[in-house]
């Protein structure tokens, strides 16, 4: 039963914080299950941040899915990702509902300003605390820096996912 509180808070705790979605997440998911609870090794982390960007989802909700089932089961798996789920849900019912008085407002716009350039923040630690994990050699950099090129200069005409395909069929070729 403890498992299962702390399963529950932890995803509450990562919920709440999950400003921005996507990598934005990973640092805070990071500090909460590898270096807070020690759910995940920091290599069990890297895997799980990549099997998480191959599946469909939020990151947030795709950890709490994995680790949820690998702690408490298939029950587990359902709580975790409830709890993760239902911070933003609140959050975004009640901003939907108040946004026509929030809006113009001066404070919000400039708080808003600097929500953003926090959540940046934390999409650059996530790049640079995984990326020593995928970039082992300059085979990796330079499939990296490839496709990052073709994603910034034929921005709009090529998909993204065509350019993650793309580097799968690269790296069958060249590791």
Same mark, same amino acid.
């Given at each position: 039963m403890q498992k299962v509180w702390l399963l529950a808070v932890t995803f509450a705790i990562i919920g709440i914080g999950a400003y921005g979605g996507g990598l934005v997440a990973v640092p805070l998911i990071d500090h909460e299950l590898v270096k807070t609870?020690?759910? %995940?090794? #920091? *290599?069990?982390?890297?895997? %799980?941040?990549?099997?998480?960007?191959?599946?469909?989802?939020?990151?947030?909700?795709?950890?709490?899915?994995?680790?949820?089932f690998r702690v408490a089961g298939l029950g587990g798996a359902l709580l975790a990702t409830s709890v993760v789920v239902l911070p933003g849900l609140m959050i975004l019912t009640a901003l939907a509902y108040v946004r026509r008085w929030i809006q113009p407002n001066e404070h919000f716009l400039r708080l808003r300003r600097g929500l953003r350039a926090g959540v940046f923040s934390l999409l650059l630690f996530a790049i640079c605390s995984y990326g020593h994990v995928v970039i082992t050699g300059l085979p990796e950099l330079a499939l990296a820096i490839g496709a990052f %090129?073709? %994603?910034?200069?034929? *921005?709009? #005409?090529?998909?993204?996912?065509?350019?993650?395909?793309?580097?799968?069929?690269?790296?069958?070729?060249?590791?």
């Open positions: 609870r020690h759910m %995940l090794q #920091k *290599e069990e982390m890297s895997q %799980l941040v990549a099997i998480a960007q191959m599946t469909p989802g939020p990151i947030a909700v795709n950890a709490a899915t994995f680790v949820g %090129l073709i %994603l910034t200069i034929l *921005e709009g #005409k090529v998909h993204p996912l065509a350019v993650v395909a793309a580097s799968g069929v690269v790296g069958l070729l060249i590791f």
